[in-house]
Nanobody, 116 residues
Protein backbone atom coordinates (compact mmCIF):
# COMPACT_ATOMS: atom_id res chain seq x y z
CA UNK A 1 0.00 0.00 0.00
CA UNK A 2 1.04 3.54 -0.71
CA UNK A 3 -0.20 6.49 1.31
CA UNK A 4 0.17 10.19 0.61
CA UNK A 5 -0.60 12.65 3.40
CA UNK A 6 -0.72 16.39 2.79
CA UNK A 7 -0.27 18.98 5.50
CA UNK A 8 0.35 22.69 5.85
CA UNK A 9 -2.91 24.14 4.62
CA UNK A 10 -4.76 26.86 6.46
CA UNK A 11 -6.20 30.36 6.40
CA UNK A 12 -3.90 33.19 5.36
CA UNK A 13 -4.29 36.76 4.18
CA UNK A 14 -3.49 37.88 0.65
CA UNK A 15 0.23 38.33 0.14
CA UNK A 16 1.21 35.81 2.79
CA UNK A 17 2.95 32.47 2.33
CA UNK A 18 2.33 28.81 3.10
CA UNK A 19 4.33 25.65 2.61
CA UNK A 20 2.51 22.44 1.87
CA UNK A 21 4.05 19.04 2.49
CA UNK A 22 3.19 15.65 1.06
CA UNK A 23 4.62 12.70 2.97
CA UNK A 24 4.77 9.36 1.17
CA UNK A 25 4.71 6.07 3.06
CA UNK A 26 4.35 2.42 2.24
CA UNK A 27 6.08 0.29 -0.35
CA UNK A 28 8.81 1.90 -2.40
CA UNK A 29 8.48 2.32 -6.14
CA UNK A 30 9.91 4.27 -9.04
CA UNK A 31 8.37 7.62 -9.87
CA UNK A 32 7.84 9.31 -13.21
CA UNK A 33 6.62 12.55 -11.71
CA UNK A 34 5.12 14.07 -8.61
CA UNK A 35 2.74 16.98 -8.63
CA UNK A 36 0.40 19.28 -6.82
CA UNK A 37 -3.15 19.81 -8.04
CA UNK A 38 -5.90 22.01 -6.71
CA UNK A 39 -9.65 22.09 -6.88
CA UNK A 40 -11.71 25.14 -6.07
CA UNK A 41 -15.42 24.79 -5.22
CA UNK A 42 -17.43 24.03 -8.32
CA UNK A 43 -14.36 23.72 -10.52
CA UNK A 44 -12.30 20.87 -11.93
CA UNK A 45 -9.05 19.69 -10.43
CA UNK A 46 -6.15 21.40 -12.16
CA UNK A 47 -2.41 20.87 -12.18
CA UNK A 48 -0.50 23.50 -10.21
CA UNK A 49 3.09 22.24 -10.28
CA UNK A 50 4.99 19.16 -11.37
CA UNK A 51 8.45 17.78 -10.69
CA UNK A 52 9.85 14.91 -12.71
CA UNK A 53 12.20 12.14 -11.67
CA UNK A 54 15.11 14.16 -13.07
CA UNK A 55 13.90 17.25 -11.13
CA UNK A 56 12.56 19.20 -14.07
CA UNK A 57 9.69 21.41 -12.94
CA UNK A 58 6.59 22.77 -14.57
CA UNK A 59 4.13 25.34 -13.26
CA UNK A 60 0.73 26.53 -14.32
CA UNK A 61 0.70 30.08 -15.64
CA UNK A 62 -1.35 31.24 -12.67
CA UNK A 63 1.34 30.31 -10.11
CA UNK A 64 4.54 30.71 -12.14
CA UNK A 65 6.98 32.86 -10.20
CA UNK A 66 5.06 32.56 -6.92
CA UNK A 67 5.06 28.83 -6.16
CA UNK A 68 8.01 26.47 -5.93
CA UNK A 69 7.80 22.68 -5.96
CA UNK A 70 10.56 20.55 -4.47
CA UNK A 71 11.18 17.07 -3.15
CA UNK A 72 13.37 15.41 -0.54
CA UNK A 73 13.87 11.83 -1.60
CA UNK A 74 15.50 10.84 1.69
CA UNK A 75 12.42 12.01 3.60
CA UNK A 76 10.02 10.79 0.88
CA UNK A 77 8.37 14.17 1.02
CA UNK A 78 7.33 16.71 -1.57
CA UNK A 79 6.78 20.38 -0.88
CA UNK A 80 4.96 23.32 -2.39
CA UNK A 81 6.18 26.72 -1.25
CA UNK A 82 3.45 29.23 -1.98
CA UNK A 83 4.31 32.93 -1.82
CA UNK A 84 2.29 36.05 -2.56
CA UNK A 85 -0.93 34.14 -2.13
CA UNK A 86 -4.07 35.50 -3.75
CA UNK A 87 -7.75 34.87 -3.01
CA UNK A 88 -7.97 32.94 -6.27
CA UNK A 89 -5.46 30.44 -4.88
CA UNK A 90 -8.15 29.26 -2.47
CA UNK A 91 -8.74 25.56 -3.06
CA UNK A 92 -8.18 22.06 -1.78
CA UNK A 93 -4.64 21.08 -2.73
CA UNK A 94 -3.84 17.46 -3.55
CA UNK A 95 -0.52 15.77 -4.06
CA UNK A 96 -0.15 13.16 -6.76
CA UNK A 97 2.38 10.58 -7.85
CA UNK A 98 2.64 9.08 -11.30
CA UNK A 99 4.50 5.85 -10.76
CA UNK A 100 6.48 3.90 -13.31
CA UNK A 101 4.10 1.26 -14.62
CA UNK A 102 1.06 3.50 -14.69
CA UNK A 103 -0.22 3.60 -11.12
CA UNK A 104 -1.35 6.97 -9.80
CA UNK A 105 -1.66 7.87 -6.16
CA UNK A 106 -3.48 10.76 -4.51
CA UNK A 107 -3.51 12.32 -1.08
CA UNK A 108 -6.68 13.27 0.75
CA UNK A 109 -6.16 17.00 0.20
CA UNK A 110 -5.45 20.02 2.36
CA UNK A 111 -7.52 23.20 2.30
CA UNK A 112 -5.87 26.53 1.57
CA UNK A 113 -7.99 29.62 2.12
CA UNK A 114 -6.71 33.06 1.19
CA UNK A 115 -8.93 35.79 2.55
CA UNK A 116 -8.72 39.12 4.29
Amino acid sequence: QVQLVESGGGLVQPGESLRLSCAVSGRKFSVNAMGWYRQAPGKQRDLVALITSDTRTHYSDSVQGRFTISRDNAKRTMYLQMNSLKPEDTAVYYCNIDAVGGDRYWGQGTLVTVSS
